[in-house]
């Protein structure tokens, strides 16, 4: 059974008589919030039960592998609920579809915001709820069972704290520390992102204790790499490629380690000002990008990223992970670090 098919299995089990019109409406927004993506949550499940010689049936692989991707889908769309985001990788996102269904609706304008926001949380809730069902239902032992839901609860408690910390934070007019920005990248990134497939995949395989927290530093290490990568192209990469939208980071006031960095330089009265700003145009934009490379904040982010790449570089070795696991995920992030980087000479020469 391929991933889609795992997933599709799970988000279409169940039957609602009676409501078959808002059963297909939720039905309709799981299928998008689920397809697509470059899948590497479960490549990392089913690469680390390789790697450790895990004999797991393939059904039982791919129900936990399908887990992760289920996490990753509940998370994005309660996350484009927060944010507000009616569109993602330039594609209506759940949201935005539950927007334009509301637009059929014999129902005020005013009323869309609230049946998107509900169809969206509605959707996520029902993500969420396939994802421990997939675990609970893989098929191992109950002592592996418990293990991976502990691994799950984990996860779950660690994200919606990161993500209520991201929210909190963008709301204050202070600005965090360093080392309160890195542990909301942590939390609301690297520990669903990478700890969890990472671990899961080792339970899988009977990997020991030891060996499970050794993959969890370097899940954490790569997911704070990677979200600093990611911090950076979304200011100042091309959204043709990320599929992001460059002025997003900046009118939601999100206070992460580029800006973190950017407030302790002289350059911060230049950037301040449209921090938090929803009406921020292109051009003052512009300025901020430039401020932000000339007072060296986008550097210390990309040499941060590096660092906590060459730390998961450290660990991996000691496992033999090196080249099967990290190699392919380090060419990713070199592969986007050139993408903004281009991307950057293209802003500097217009």
Same mark, same amino acid.
């Given at each position: 059974m391929?991933l889609?098919s795992e997933?599709?299995s799970?988000?279409?089990?169940?039957?609602?008589?009676?409501?078959s019109r808002?059963?297909?409406a939720?039905?309709?927004a799981?299928?998008?919030?689920s397809?697509?993506?470059? &899948?590497f949550?479960?490549?990392?499940?089913t690469?680390v039960h390789?790697?450790f010689?895990g004999?797991q049936?393939?059904?039982?692989v791919?129900?936990?592998?399908?887990?992760t991707?289920?996490l990753?889908?509940?998370f994005?769309?309660?996350?484009d609920?927060?944010?507000?985001?009616d569109?993602?990788?330039?594609?209506?996102s759940?949201?935005?579809?539950?927007?334009?269904?509301?637009?059929?609706?014999?129902?005020?304008?005013?009323?869309?915001?609230?049946?998107?926001?509900?169809?969206?949380?509605l959707?996520?809730?029902l993500?969420?709820?396939?994802?421990?069902?997939?675990?609970?239902t893989?098929?191992?032992?109950?002592?592996?069972?418990?293990?991976?839901?502990?691994?799950?609860?984990?996860?779950?408690?660690?994200?919606?704290?990161?993500e209520?910390?991201?929210?909190?934070?963008?709301l204050g007019t202070?600005?965090p520390?360093?080392?309160?920005?890195?542990?909301v990248?942590e939390?609301k990134?690297a520990?669903?992102?990478?700890?969890?497939?990472?671990?899961?995949?080792?339970?899988?395989?009977?990997a020991d204790?030891?060996?499970?927290?050794?993959l969890?530093e370097?899940?954490?290490?790569?997911?704070?790499?990677f979200?600093?990568?990611?911090?950076?192209?979304?200011?100042?990469g091309?959204p043709?490629?990320?599929g992001k939208d460059?002025?997003? $980071?900046?009118r939601?006031g999100k206070?992460?380690p580029?800006?973190v960095?950017a407030?302790q330089?002289?350059?911060?009265?230049?950037?301040?000002?449209?921090?938090?700003?929803?009406?921020?145009?292109e051009?003052a934009a512009?300025?901020?990008?430039e401020?932000?490379?000339?007072?060296?904040? &986008?550097?210390?982010?990309?040499?941060?990223a590096?660092g906590h790449?060459?730390l998961?570089?450290?660990h991996?070795?000691?496992? $033999?992970?090196?080249?099967?696991?990290?190699?392919?995920?380090?060419?990713?992030?070199?592969?986007?670090?050139?993408?903004?980087?281009d991307t950057t000479?293209?802003?500097?020469?217009a």
């Amino acid at each position: 059974m391929t991933l889609q098919s795992e997933l599709d299995s799970l988000l279409h089990s169940a039957r609602v008589p009676g409501l078959s019109r808002d059963h297909h409406a939720l039905l309709t927004a799981l299928d998008l919030g689920s397809s697509g993506g470059k &899948r590497f949550r479960p490549w990392l499940v089913t690469t680390v039960h390789a790697a450790f010689a895990g004999d797991q049936p393939d059904t039982v692989v791919d129900a936990v592998a399908a887990a992760t991707e289920l996490l990753h889908t509940a998370f994005v769309i309660h996350d484009d609920v927060i944010d507000n985001d009616d569109t993602r990788r330039g594609r209506p996102s759940v949201p935005g579809l539950f927007r334009s269904d509301a637009s059929g609706l014999a129902t005020s304008p005013d009323d869309h915001d609230t049946y998107a926001r509900a169809g969206a949380i509605l959707a996520g809730d029902l993500a969420l709820a396939a994802a421990i069902r997939a675990v609970a239902t893989c098929g191992v032992d109950p002592v592996t069972t418990h293990r991976l839901l502990d691994l799950l609860d984990a996860t779950l408690h660690a994200s919606a704290a990161g993500e209520l910390a991201d929210v909190r934070l963008a709301l204050g007019t202070a600005m965090p520390s360093a080392d309160e920005a890195i542990a909301v990248t942590e939390h609301k990134t690297a520990v669903y992102s990478f700890v969890l497939p990472l671990q899961a995949g080792a339970v899988l395989a009977g990997a020991d204790e030891s060996a499970v927290r050794v993959l969890g530093e370097i899940g954490r290490c790569l997911g704070i790499a990677f979200q600093l990568h990611d911090d950076v192209m979304a200011m100042f990469g091309d959204p043709e490629l990320t599929g992001k939208d460059p002025l997003g $980071d900046l009118r939601e006031g999100k206070r992460t380690p580029l800006m973190v960095h950017a407030s302790q330089t002289p350059d911060w009265e230049r950037i301040a000002p449209h921090l938090g700003d929803p009406d921020l145009t292109e051009a003052a934009a512009a300025g901020v990008r430039e401020a932000l490379t000339h007072c060296g904040s &986008r550097g210390y982010v990309e040499d941060l990223a590096d660092g906590h790449l060459a730390l998961a570089r450290e660990h991996a070795r000691t496992l $033999d992970l090196e080249r099967s696991l990290l190699d392919p995920l380090v060419a990713q992030a070199w592969h986007m670090a050139a993408m903004t980087q281009d991307t950057t000479a293209e802003v500097g020469a217009a």
